[in-house]
């Protein structure tokens, strides 16, 4: 197996928290390297999709009534990021062993997303009392 990708690591501090608060949850929306072979229809419905929008888009903001739909200021300075090095089934085989039980889906509009909840255990620093006597 190859060694986990940088962006499947987790700063220590990060990992820690996650890992002692009680009850703690790890989600992850991310955008996975294309898989043609794999995920070809969920590509296909998303490039159809994301034209669709756009000129539904396009036509309310032209008619006046899409001020909400507005490109923001903001738009430009975004970071964008359209090399990324895992493909979801990659991400899934990293999330089995670095987080036991984690659920990796492949979402429409390229990303995926990852969810682990911390394990329920019973702390092994408490000693069991045992069975009560009357």
């Known amino acids: 197996m190859n060694p986990p990708s940088p962006e499947l690591r987790p700063s220590q501090v990060t990992l820690k928290t ?3 608060v009680s009850f703690g949850v790890l989600a992850v ?3 996975p390297r294309t898989d043609l072979l794999r995920e070809g229809p969920t590509e296909l419905a998303a490039a159809i999709g994301h034209r669709l929008f756009g000129i539904a888009f396009a ?3 032209a008619a006046g009534r899409g001020g909400w739909y507005a490109i923001e200021p903001s738009h430009a300075i975004m970071p964008v990021v359209m090399d ?3 493909t979801t089934r990659g991400v899934r085989e990293q999330a089995r062993s670095l ?3 984690a659920t990796v889906k492949r979402l429409v509009f ?3 997303f990852l969810l682990w909840h911390k394990p329920l255990t019973t702390d092994a620093a ?3 009392p045992g069975p009560r006597t009357a």
């Open 126 to 128: 408490t000693p069991d």
């Open 29 to 31: 929306v991310a955008l």
């Open 110 to 112: 390229w990303r995926y």
């Open 59 to 61: 036509a309310l903001r």
């Open 99 to 101: 987080l036991p039980g």
């Open 18 to 20: 996650v890992l002692t």
């Open 84 to 86: 990324p090095s895992l």
